[in-house]
């Protein structure tokens, strides 16, 4: 597979972004892009010299796409997922892969019927710093591992009426950014806690939201190790990780693109720093490469799942992502009920 020919299912403003990271990638190139509208298609289109702008029935008959990237509204992602593998194509999905654990296991099952690839757009997971901070993890540098602390929280303004807090596109902070901290605590721990509890703020902001505006999550492993995980979108809180050991402690900056790391073990600190490489001038990815090499690796494999994000840690997320909602009774109107 000497150039990987992606297709994208959807023209968002995630796309503003994505694309940036894209074209720091060589050997890989947008073969078009589609979304409801043919009109939609083409402006993105225009922005980023895609030459075929199209609709998603005219995209999903091409023979020349190796694979579809999904950056869509979190509500629609499992029905475009599982038409793109249904016309057997390999699919990159926007996280939260789906809205919820059972949703998610259809698109497993499309996607293992199907034979082909399906993977959850985790981007954290693939910076060079998060393969750094779990190796200082190993060597015991700062002993055993008994406390993560993450957050991931801003504050929409007043006038934003965007899907954030449409609880009809599957809004609040849980699921646009507090999945962020759910996988970074599965991350270091490498499985999920014993025991989970968990307070929201739904309709408490004078806009009066009828999603989760803000949220704690405290989890219990068997071994008394904690996680905390903070989460907002009406909240301006600094978007820091923390990784607590028995000999020492790591702060990330902005752990959710993280760049730098701060260590600090036997009354000593040291600094590590892995700055995203920017192969073209004029063009600045935040380190959507990583995860687009990542795919690309995969596909010239044969690989029907990634090693990194797996299917069982996607579904591991989202199914406490259900259990924390019912414990909110936070239920979307498009959900007959929460299971």
Same mark, same amino acid.
């Given at each position: 597979?000497?150039?990987?020919?992606?297709?994208?299912?959807?023209?968002?403003?995630?796309?503003?972004?994505?694309?940036?990271?894209?074209?720091?990638?060589?050997?890989?190139?947008?073969?078009?892009?589609?979304?409801?509208?043919?009109?939609?298609? =083409?402006?993105?289109?225009? #922005?980023?010299?895609?030459?075929?702008?199209?609709?998603?029935?005219?995209?999903?008959?091409?023979?020349?796409?190796?694979?579809?990237?999904?950056?869509?509204?979190?509500?629609? /992602?499992?029905?475009?997922?599982?038409?793109?593998?249904?016309?057997?194509?390999?699919?990159?999905?926007?996280?939260?892969?789906?809205?919820?654990?059972?949703?998610?296991?259809?698109?497993?099952?499309?996607?293992?019927?199907?034979?082909?690839?399906?993977?959850?757009?985790?981007?954290? #997971?693939?910076?060079?710093?998060?393969?750094?901070?779990?190796?200082? *993890?190993?060597?015991?540098?700062?002993?055993?591992?008994? /406390?993560?602390?993450?957050?991931?929280?801003?504050?929409?303004?007043?006038? %934003?009426?965007?899907?954030?807090?449409?609880?009809?596109?599957?809004?609040?902070?849980?699921?646009?950014?507090?999945?962020?901290?759910?996988?970074?605590?599965?991350? !270091? %721990?490498?499985?999920?806690?014993?025991?989970?509890?968990?307070?929201?703020?739904?309709?408490?902001?004078?806009? /009066?939201? =009828?999603?989760?505006?803000?949220?704690? *999550?405290?989890?219990?492993?068997?071994?008394?190790?904690?996680?905390?995980?903070?989460?907002? *979108?009406?909240?301006?809180?600094?978007?820091?990780?923390?990784?607590?050991?028995?000999?020492?402690?790591?702060?990330?900056?902005?752990?959710?693109?993280?760049?730098?790391?701060?260590?600090?073990?036997?009354?000593?600190?040291?600094? *590590?720093?892995?700055?995203?490489? =920017?192969?073209?001038?004029?063009?600045?990815?935040?380190? %959507? =490469? %990583?995860? !687009?090499?990542?795919?690309?690796?995969?596909?010239?494999?044969?690989?029907?799942?990634?090693?990194? !994000?797996? /299917?069982?840690?996607?579904?591991?997320?989202?199914?406490?992502?259900?259990?924390?909602?019912?414990?909110?009774?936070?239920?979307?109107?498009?959900?007959?009920?929460?299971?």
């Amino acid at each position: 597979m000497d150039k990987i020919r992606w297709g994208l299912l959807g023209a968002g403003n995630l796309l503003n972004r994505w694309m940036n990271g894209f074209q720091q990638v060589e050997d890989t190139e947008i073969a078009a892009i589609a979304s409801r509208t043919k009109e939609t298609a =083409q402006r993105m289109a225009a #922005r980023f010299g895609i030459t075929e702008a199209l609709t998603y029935d005219e995209i999903l008959k091409r023979n020349d796409i190796d694979i579809m990237f999904i950056p869509v509204p979190h509500q629609a /992602h499992k029905e475009l997922a599982v038409r793109a593998m249904e016309a057997g194509f390999p699919v990159l999905v926007e996280k939260p892969a789906a809205v919820s654990a059972p949703e998610w296991s259809e698109m497993e099952a499309c996607a293992k019927k199907n034979g082909v690839f399906l993977m959850e757009a985790v981007w954290t #997971r693939f910076f060079p710093l998060m393969t750094q901070i779990l190796d200082i *993890i190993q060597s015991d540098e700062i002993g055993d591992v008994r /406390h993560v602390q993450a957050t991931f929280a801003y504050r929409l303004p007043d006038t %934003y009426q965007g899907r954030a807090i449409d609880p009809n596109q599957a809004g609040g902070a849980l699921l646009d950014v507090g999945v962020y901290g759910l996988h970074f605590m599965n991350f !270091i %721990y490498k499985k999920m806690p014993e025991q989970v509890l968990s307070l929201a703020s739904i309709n408490t902001d004078h806009l /009066h939201l =009828q999603v989760d505006e803000q949220n704690v *999550i405290i989890g219990q492993y068997g071994n008394g190790a904690l996680f905390t995980v903070t989460s907002a *979108i009406r909240s301006e809180m600094p978007d820091t990780a923390w990784i607590f050991g028995t000999k020492g402690y790591i702060q990330i900056p902005v752990f959710w693109k993280p760049e730098t790391a701060l260590i600090t073990c036997g009354g000593s600190d040291r600094r *590590i720093e892995c700055p995203v490489p =920017q192969r073209v001038n004029g063009i600045l990815d935040e380190g %959507y =490469q %990583y995860e !687009i090499l990542h795919v690309n690796e995969c596909l010239r494999k044969g690989l029907t799942e990634s090693p990194v !994000i797996t /299917h069982k840690m996607t579904y591991d997320v989202l199914n406490m992502c259900d259990k924390l909602r019912k414990q909110w009774g936070l239920v979307y109107p498009f959900e007959t009920q929460l299971q």
